[in-house]
């Protein structure tokens, strides 16, 4: 089984890596792989809602921008078992590299009913900070996993660490806490899925028939 985590801050090494790394080591202690996929430095191309990704050229499941990673993390998921999505908090909301990312993977998915690489797998938000604004960074990057009918996995605290630098970060003993904690969450329930798929118990099959608009 492996994890796909994704590192939404500029920095390689640095606070949110951090985070994801010590998530990692308790998904190694149980037996589970990860990858870190990091987003660098460069500005990534934010969704323009132009449908190219709905097209039959296009396959209908791949962004029509591909000089980023969005393409090759779609094209991964869908073999992977569960996710991370990593970033830093600024002005209290998360990295607009990692919303940008995030919005053209999810909706480049998105067959106009289900998430197929997604759907009913696990998937966590983690974010570094300072000082503030965690919460709101957290709740923005989860709103993603609700609509893709994925399985949001918690901690013994939300999941968050503080530093200005990683330094800090290994400082911060309960935030690191709460990432292991988070790690074996996502282990235990990798197990169970895993268990109840060789047991012949299958995910349920969501109505979708019904699109309303707001305005007529």
Known sequence: MKILMVNGSPNEKGCTYTALHEIGKSLNDEGID?????LGKKPIQECIACGGCKTKENNGKSCVFDDDLVNRFAEAAYNADGFVFGSPVYYGHPSARLLAFMDRLFY????????????????????????????AAIDSI???FGNA????????????VHGATAQDVYKDEEGLQAMRNLGRNMAWLLKVL???????????????????????
């Open 194 to 216: 895993k268990h109840a798929k060789e047991s012949g118990l299958t995910p349920p099959t969501a109505e979708a028939q019904y699109v309303t608009n707001f305005i007529r």
């Open 142 to 144: 989860t709103k993603h």
């Open 108 to 135: 480049s998915q998105w067959n106009g009913a289900t998430y197929p690489a997604f759907m009913f797998k696990p998937a966590a938000a983690v974010v570094s900070a300072r000082r503030a604004g965690t919460t």
């Open 149 to 160: 009918q994925m399985l949001t996995i918690g901690s013994t605290y939300w999941g968050m």
């Open 34 to 38: 990860y990858e870190i996929f990091q």
